[in-house]
């Protein structure tokens, strides 16, 4: 069964296989002769020297050597064949990139791959289990408001008060301000999708494209060392998309969640004004919401169409997602990507908002002293009896909000993400030195297992939106690199 990431170019040297069993990849080969040079080489930078061998799980690259895909390291022929062959588990993809060399190119071939290698296989696990945290200090000042060194810092231009993007509490904004956010996405929603429709029916509008592709990407920037950093960036490209696209010039707003925990219909953000994000879905008797085994939180107020506002009779097309799928590593179902249209929905939850989205939750996460700490109080503990202040803050909304892998449709997810990136700020401010600390491994929850983050780890890109190679590193100053922001105030 062919498949091409939205990330990957499709060209003929790129080949996708999903195994349902244990068995082989077959790759065709061009009958001609040279050198055949296959690596699993998958941390450092890009190289032309020699070709490369890309293995993925479930739709996703890996980005480091570990135990259970570094068994094949290299392979080199220079006979011609009729094709390679690649053992795979149930449920994994491969993406091959296969690049034909002279053999004139030989001997620059393997040198350049023991450069590139050596150091790699050589290098210590950072951390400490299969969660260990890695923290690695800058030199210099490690405040988010004064740049970090990065590679791509002198790239872009300097960061000044003069040129500070401010972002702002959507309930503080006026109201025309908050009118013309809503706009400049409902305008992204008339744009065309750039994904290819045979693959991904479901993305109807550009809009669209950010939910399939952060759908795509669930497995590895969801609990993982990616989290913070990659949302960082998602929420940039998204802002920059508004400006560009539908020319949007105001503020990107954030919702602050303990501000509204006491009265959610009561708050600008959720009024269901003209001037507001939309308000509550119509009232639906259903039962308790069950989590697990252990764990049921009661509905809310909603769960039925939302009817007012500027996303009123709004369509989505993404059906949710189990949360098993990102527990075990499973592929994404076969038909994650159909267009399965049905009304926005919302389940407005004051019983979750108020337990879990509090001022006193939130200055617990601002308290933690380390990375570890922090990520687990925002995100929970999977299969636990409580829900984390960021997790509690997409239970609020319902379904879709509420679902990991799809929640991007309802159109709040963008203030409720800047608002986790402002509490991130927040906590980088108030913790300079372990403000560069890196926590979790390279796929969510660890499975399928994989190796500890660091901030020399390459993101895994953001679909057609940006495939620049940022490091983690790259991306945690808001004021350096690609980014020049600020909140209006520091949590």
Not at 61 to 87: G, K, M, V, W, Y
């Amino acid at each position: 069964m062919p498949f091409l990431h939205p990330s990957i170019s499709k060209s003929k040297s790129h080949v996708g296989f999903r195994g349902e069993k244990d068995g082989v990849c077959r790759y065709p080969s061009s009958r001609s002769t040279g050198l055949y040079l296959f690596v699993y080489r998958l941390l450092g930078p890009a190289s032309h020297s020699f070709t490369s061998l890309s293995v993925a799980r479930s739709k996703r690259p890996f980005l480091a050597f570990t135990e259970s895909n570094a068994q094949l390291l290299a392979f080199a022929t220079r006979d011609q064949f009729d094709h390679f062959t690649i053992s795979f588990s149930e449920g994994r993809l491969l993406l091959i990139t296969v690049v034909h060399t002279p053999l004139s190119m030989m001997i620059n071939m393997f040198i350049s791959f023991l450069l590139l290698a050596l150091p790699l296989l050589t290098q210590a696990a950072p951390g400490r289990g299969p969660w260990g945290a890695s923290h690695h200090a800058f030199p210099g000042g490690s405040s988010p408001y004064a740049p970090f060194p990065g590679k791509y810092n002198a790239t872009y231009p300097p960061c000044t008060n003069a040129t500070m993007k401010v972002r702002k509490d959507f309930d503080t904004m006026a109201p025309l301000e908050r009118k013309a956010y809503t706009d400049a996405i409902k305008c992204l929603m008339t744009k065309p999708s750039q994904l290819d429709q045979t693959l991904y029916p479901a993305a109807i509008n550009r809009y669209f494209d950010y939910a399939v592709i952060h759908t795509n990407l669930t497995q590895v920037v969801h609990i993982s060392a990616f989290f913070l950093t990659w949302h960082r960036y998602y929420l940039h490209l998204f802002e920059q998309d508004l400006a560009n696209q539908c020319g949007y010039t105001g503020a990107f707003p954030y919702w602050n969640w303990p501000a509204t925990a006491d009265n959610l219909t009561g708050s600008a953000i959720f009024d269901g004004s003209e001037y507001s994000m939309s308000g509550n879905g119509l009232y639906t008797n259903n039962d308790s919401i069950v989590l697990s085994p252990f764990f049921s939180i009661p509905h809310g107020s909603g769960g039925g169409c939302v009817t007012s506002g500027p996303f009123a009779n709004m369509t989505t097309t993404l059906q949710p997602v189990s949360i098993d799928v990102l527990i075990t590593g499973a592929p994404l179902p076969n038909n994650t990507f159909a267009k399965n249209e049905s009304c926005l929905t919302r389940d407005l939850n004051t019983y979750v908002a108020k337990r879990y989205t509090n001022t006193s939750a939130l200055y617990e996460c601002l308290e933690t002293t380390n990375m570890a700490d922090f990520t687990t109080q925002i995100n929970g503990v999977i299969g636990s009896t409580e829900l984390g202040l960021h997790s509690g803050a997409h239970f609020v909304l319902g379904s879709p909000g509420s679902n990991i892998f799809v929640s991007v449709q309802d159109p709040i997810w963008w203030p409720l993400h800047t608002f986790l990136d402002n509490l991130y700020t927040s906590w980088q401010i108030r913790h300079p030195n372990v403000s560069d600390s890196v926590y979790g491994t390279l796929t969510a929850n660890n499975a399928p297992p994989s190796a500890n983050g660091t901030i020399n780890t390459l993101e895994p890109g953001w679909g057609y939106f940006d495939q620049t190679n940022y490091t983690i590193g790259d991306l945690m100053s808001t004021t350096s690199g690609p980014f020049c922001y600020r909140y209006d105030v520091a949590l």
